[in-house]
């Protein structure tokens, strides 16, 4: 019955004067969904900060499985592990499938703390934003972040209807994904879990400014949930078209659905605790840190 009406709402969203009607309708059934299916997830999922060694060395995996192995997007590795130099002052953070214990989805953030750490997009793709003004180098480090690397394993999308949901964002994979998906479960079941964990992160620690290089398609998708990006610039080709985005972590948990809010408080409750950088695995041997440190402070 629900699939019959929802392919029949398709049918007549373009007919002039009804989509003021239709849009309402799908989006109280898109929250009615979102609401049940943040109502068991944790009973299937738990949230997961990498402050030990082996908890960093599954967002590792998981992101070498996604992008080096299924896109291509970077080099395989013998370790299996896919990391960068902006681990060094990042946290990685994962959702744990309490039957398995396997990673289903991680996500980082990239949290710089003086002049001589860039976010990713600051040094592959600078051209990304337009306009000077919104340029994180205009900020103070500590108050920037930049959210990166989200990875959905496959096997976690491995039913038909999850195969179109994109394995670095979450967004549909085609042009009609928008209807079609947005109320299939795994779309705020996953990605849109793995952002809010990250905005509760920023919240707890105080950052104002979060950066995003991004699909158009998905910030698109994301507004049709309430959530409101400020693209900064054209798209650029980074693994794939993207766009620079930078939203408030607090806006985008005051912009969403009542049922979007009260999952986020569910989340916040999951946390009990945000390590500093000390206590977090560096990947990197310590002749190699101590050389990077050191170009750091002279960059700085």
């Given at each position: ?7 029949a709402?398709r049918k007549?969203k373009?007919?002039p004067?009804?989509?003021r ?12 969904t979102?609401d049940a299916?943040a109502?068991?997830f944790?009973?299937h999922f738990?949230?997961v900060?990498?402050?030990e060694?082996?908890d960093?060395?599954?967002?590792f995996?998981?992101?070498h499985?996604?992008?080096?192995e299924?896109?291509g ?8 592990m896919e990391f960068?130099e902006?681990?060094?002052y ?7 499938h309490r039957a398995?214990g396997e990673?289903a989805?991680?996500?980082?953030l990239?949290m710089p703390?003086h002049a001589?750490?860039l976010l990713p997009l600051e040094s592959?793709?600078?051209e990304?934003i337009r306009?000077?003004?919104h340029?994180?180098?205009k900020?103070p ?5 930049e959210?990166?690397r989200?990875a ?7 039913r038909?209807?999850?195969q179109?949901?994109s394995?670095?964002g979450g967004?549909?994979n085609?042009?009609?994904?928008l209807?079609?998906?947005q109320l299939?479960?795994?779309f705020p079941?996953?990605s ?13 620690r ?6 995003m290089?991004?699909?158009p398609?998905?910030a698109?998708?994301?507004?049709f949930l309430?959530?409101r990006?400020?693209?900064l610039?054209h798209?650029?080709?980074y693994h794939?078209?993207?766009a ?12 969403v659905?009542?049922a979007?809010?009260k999952?986020?408080r569910?989340?916040?409750k ?11 695995y560096?990947p990197?041997?310590a ?6 440190s050191?170009k ?5």
């Amino acid at each position: 019955m629900k699939r019959r009406l929802l392919n029949a709402l398709r049918k007549v969203k373009h007919v002039p004067g009804l989509n003021r009607v239709v849009k309402p309708v799908v989006k109280y059934k898109v929250n009615k969904t979102i609401d049940a299916v943040a109502s068991h997830f944790f009973e299937h999922f738990s949230l997961v900060i990498a402050s030990e060694e082996d908890d960093v060395k599954t967002c590792f995996k998981a992101r070498h499985e996604v992008y080096c192995e299924e896109l291509g997007f970077e080099e395989k590795r013998k370790s299996r592990m896919e990391f960068d130099e902006f681990d060094e002052y990042s946290l990685s953070c994962y959702i744990k499938h309490r039957a398995t214990g396997e990673c289903a989805g991680t996500i980082r953030l990239v949290m710089p703390q003086h002049a001589g750490q860039l976010l990713p997009l600051e040094s592959s793709c600078p051209e990304a934003i337009r306009l000077a003004e919104h340029s994180p180098g205009k900020l103070p480090r500590h108050s920037i972040c930049e959210v990166s690397r989200l990875a959905i394993p496959k096997r976690f999308r491995r039913r038909a209807a999850d195969q179109q949901l994109s394995p670095v964002g979450g967004s549909p994979n085609h042009k009609d994904g928008l209807m079609d998906k947005q109320l299939n479960r795994n779309f705020p079941y996953l990605s849109l879990a793995l952002y809010f964990f990250a905005a509760t992160i920023c919240i707890l620690r105080d950052i104002e400014n979060v950066y995003m290089m991004m699909e158009p398609r998905l910030a698109r998708s994301l507004k049709f949930l309430g959530v409101r990006f400020d693209q900064l610039g054209h798209e650029v080709d980074y693994h794939g078209k993207r766009a620079a985005f930078l939203i408030s972590p607090e806006d985008f948990v005051s912009q969403v659905s009542p049922a979007l809010q009260k999952f986020q408080r569910s989340i916040l409750k999951e946390i009990e605790d945000v390590p500093n950088f000390g206590a977090i695995y560096n990947p990197f041997p310590a002749k190699e840190t101590a050389k990077r440190s050191s170009k750091q402070k002279r960059a700085a």
